[in-house]
């Protein structure tokens, strides 16, 4: 369910929340007028002014960004036993998600991770950082953060 089309990201969810509230879907609406916020938001803290639009990579940014805040506060809500706001996040979080491209996989990961570890002659865990520095530079956006310092981490 991924909505891409010409139309810049930014401008779809924007006409999508008309169709929310035609259909009263609350879940829909409340996550779309999330990602509408945040992106005022990084328009505000990018000097411009909130009625521009925001490319499609700004975009994914911002959406990458509360998907993570769902993420966290799932996390949270599980450890408070609070599964009536469990079920909610995790709604709001599967449409975030389906305007993400899609991340690879923990062994796409790995294999990347390897080759760059070999190419780079790094044998020992000083030069992690390094390693997890170049890595993140080349997958941005293509791999979770926490998947890439997993496979990093397991290798030393």
Do not use: C
């Not at 930014?10 to 169709?19: C, G, L, P």
């Not at 521009?52 to 959406?63: C, G, P, S, Y």
């Not at 009536?84 to 996040?89: G, I, P, S």
């Not at 790995?110 to 993140?136: N, P, R, Y």
Request: charged fraction near 35%; charge should be neutral.
């Amino acid at each position: 369910m991924f909505w891409y089309n010409e139309a810049m990201l930014h401008e779809q969810i924007k006409n999508k929340i008309k169709d929310a509230m035609m259909a009263k879907d609350t879940v829909l609406l409340e996550t779309l007028r999330a990602m509408l916020a945040g992106f005022t938001n990084e328009l505000v803290a990018k000097n411009r002014r909130p009625s521009e639009m925001l490319n499609d990579e700004e975009a994914l940014a911002v959406i990458t960004r509360l998907s993570k805040q769902r993420k966290d506060s799932i996390e949270q809500f599980k450890k408070g036993n609070r599964e009536d706001l469990v079920k909610v996040e995790e709604s709001q979080l599967a449409i975030l998600e389906a305007y993400l491209p899609k991340m690879m996989e923990k062994s796409e990961v790995e294999e990347i991770v390897k080759a760059k570890k070999d190419e780079l002659g790094i044998t020992d865990a000083t030069k992690k950082g390094m390693l997890m520095s170049v890595i993140m530079k080349d997958l941005k956006g293509k791999a979770d953060g926490a998947v890439v310092k997993e496979v990093v981490d397991s290798l030393f």
